[in-house]
């Protein structure tokens, strides 16, 4: 699925469709502080990817790194700790 979105800084990026690391070498970590009303992500998670890059604002997400075909293949953003849900498994 490739999507151009203008919003990006000088730049046009799309939504990756393939993955670019193994699937044991994609990780997702997110870090925040007790006293902080936001939460630091970052991803290689080609799924994680295209899930955050749809929900949080294009200002908050930063591009770490773009495969040789123009796929992003990692992003660090911010999001507000009300946007994070953790959930027992069903």
């Known amino acids: ?16 469709d393939v993955m670019s690391f193994s699937s044991e070498d994609q990780e997702f ?6 006293n902080e009303d936001t939460v630091s992500v ?5 799924t994680m990817i295209t899930k955050l890059l ?4 294009h200002d908050k997400v930063t591009v770490l790194s773009v495969s040789n075909t123009g796929f992003i293949t990692s992003i660090k953003c911010t999001l507000a700790k009300k946007q994070l849900s953790l959930r027992k498994k069903l």
């Not at 699925?1 to 990756?16: L, Q, S």
């Not at 970590?29 to 007790?34: D, G, L, N, P």
Request: no cysteine; net charge positive; proline share 3%.
């Open 1 to 16: 699925m490739k999507i151009t979105d203008t919003r990006w800084k000088g730049a046009e990026m799309d939504i990756p």
């Open 29 to 34: 970590t997110f870090t925040s502080y007790r």
């Open 42 to 46: 970052y991803t290689s998670d080609s």
């Open 54 to 57: 749809k929900v949080v604002s």
